[in-house]
Nanobody, 124 residues
Framework: QVHLVESGGGLVQAGGSLRLSCAAS????????IAWFRQAPGKEREFVAA????????FYADSAKGRFTISRDNAKNTMYLQMASLKPEDTAVYYC?????????????????WGQGTQVTVSS
């Protein structure tokens, strides 16, 4: 059984940084695409970033480009989202996911396992 456990969320002031972690068990992350999505109150879950399993190519939402970096540590079977220059509009619950996207790395339905989410709150 696959389990993903996020950590690293919290309260930070605008302009600050956070690193989210997502530790996996039951699946070798290097064999799958990994992604981060987020969901703000009253909004749908949206794509943030993804990394492929074969080429290591990365994809970012426009809102994340230049500020967020997705990565993984294969030895620890853990994925990360380094976030910098945080803004109040980044406030959301952040979810990590893993899967083998067929049509789009930016589509939530392409990922088959998810973590429970970690809250990120950015104060102005």
């Amino acid at each position: 059984q696959v389990h993903l456990v996020e950590s690293g969320g919290g309260l930070v002031q605008a302009g600050g940084s956070l690193r989210l972690s997502c530790a996996a068990s039951g699946r070798t992350l290097s064999n799958y695409a990994i992604a981060w999505f987020r969901q703000a109150p009253g909004k749908e879950r949206e794509f943030v970033a993804a990394i492929t399993w074969d080429t290591g190519g990365t994809f970012y939402a426009d809102s994340a480009k230049g500020r967020f970096t997705i990565s993984r540590d294969n030895a620890k079977n853990t994925m990360y989202l380094q976030m910098a220059s945080l803004k109040p509009e980044d406030t959301a619950v952040y979810y990590c996911g893993t899967g083998r996207p067929v049509s789009s790395f930016r589509r939530e339905s392409e990922y088959d396992y998810w973590g429970q989410g970690t809250q990120v709150t950015v104060s102005s």
